[in-house]
């Protein structure tokens, strides 16, 4: 039974550059919910999509977007990439009210 | 303003030791409580709470929730080097998880 799986696990970019997130979520759920987690912090809640809407957002500026599936995978775009962008994203899924289960994440570096 | 705040940050020990974690909150539409444990990357699912008082135990973890007093605790016992990562507490408010800074915990042999 795969767990969440994130890809990719490394990422190298630009100021200004665009990039793609991808996360397929745990076997069984429905909903999925990315996370940004700077260095030697908590995760940051960006939003969560339910039925291939997004259903609740954190406080992330409009570049942060993202899209689910019909099979639930999901992905997270960031647009106009600045620096403090850099950090670990992490995608969790969940069905109903159990517990979210996080995939290990996309390390973005912004040079 | 919503808010999860972890204490201490961080925590250094010694196998056998018996270490208690502290996470407070404040937020609207409180619906449960959970812990993670992040080692390198993904945190992992340690508990989930809702109800005041009733302590859950995972072999030598356990934790529970004060809802008249706004925290709950994650208490190790006879802690070993495999114990060593960061515990993340997090409060489920309607669809938003917000989380805590986390404890980072080292134990020693």
């Known amino acids: 039974d795969a767990g969440v799986t994130q890809s990719p696990t490394h990422l190298i970019k630009t100021r200004g550059q665009q990039v793609t997130l991808r996360c397929s979520p745990k076997?069984?759920?429905?909903?999925v919910s990315w996370y940004q987690q700077a260095l030697g912090q908590g995760p940051q809640f960006i939003f969560q999509?339910?039925?291939?809407?997004?259903?609740q957002r954190g406080n992330f500026p409009d570049r942060f977007s993202g899209h689910q599936f019909p099979n639930y995978s999901s992905e997270l775009n960031v647009n106009a990439l600045l620096l403090g962008d850099s950090a670990l994203y992490l995608c969790?899924?969940?069905?109903?009210?159990?517990?979210?289960?996080f995939g290990d994440g996309t390390r973005l570096s912004i040079l | 303003e919503d808010k999860v705040v972890q204490s201490p940050l961080s925590l250094v020990v010694h196998e056998g030791d018996t270490v208690t974690l502290n996470c407070s909150y404040e937020v609207t539409n409180f619906r449960s409580l959970l812990w993670y444990k992040q080692e390198k990357k993904a945190p992992t699912f340690l508990f989930m709470l809702t109800s005041s008082g009733i302590e859950k135990k995972s072999g030598r973890l356990s934790s529970i929730l004060d809802k008249k007093e706004l925290f709950s605790i994650l208490n190790i016992t006879a802690t070993q080097t495999g114990d060593s990562a960061i515990y993340l507490c997090?409060?489920?408010?309607?669809?938003?998880?917000?989380f805590g800074a986390g404890t980072r915990l080292t134990v020693k042999p």
């Open positions: 997090a409060v489920l408010n309607n669809n938003d998880m917000r």
């Open positions: 969790a899924s969940s069905l109903g009210a159990q517990p979210q289960h």
């Open positions: 999509y339910y039925e291939e809407e997004e259903r």
């Open positions: 076997s069984g759920h429905d909903t």
